[in-house]
């Protein structure tokens, strides 16, 4: 239910946190912003303070975090988004790889 709340509340903080679709013309940098952005909001933070290049176990995203994060990128991407790809692809930039 707190997954639920928080998923709510972060759409409406961030404009690219949406269920819209991502922008054709730069699709990584759009994924990566979007992923940034989620996690500065998750973990209240700057979107400054995200490195994307650090793992996410290190900013303490546990399974269920993992869960609603791939489930928010889904709805947004507008297409299936596996939540063990987080384990698979450890940093922003290895699953904006994966996913461009």
């Known amino acids: 239910m707190q997954l639920q709340k928080q ?3 972060l759409s409406q903080r961030s404009p690219l946190v949406s269920a819209s679709k991502p922008p054709t013309n730069s ?4 994924i990566r912003e979007w992923l940034v952005i989620y996690l500065a909001d998750l973990l209240e933070v700057s ?3 995200i490195d994307t290049e650090v793992p996410f176990d290190s900013y303490g995203l546990d399974s269920s975090a993992a869960i609603g994060l791939t489930g928010d ?8 988004v596996d ?3 987080l384990y698979d692809y450890p940093t922003i930039e ?3 790889g994966y996913l461009s």
């Open 94 to 96: 290895a699953l904006v």
């Open 7 to 9: 998923k709510h509340s």
């Open 73 to 80: 990128l889904e709805d947004w991407l507008g297409k299936e």
């Open 27 to 30: 699709q990584s940098e759009a």
């Open 83 to 85: 939540p063990i790809l």
């Open 47 to 49: 979107a400054d303070d």
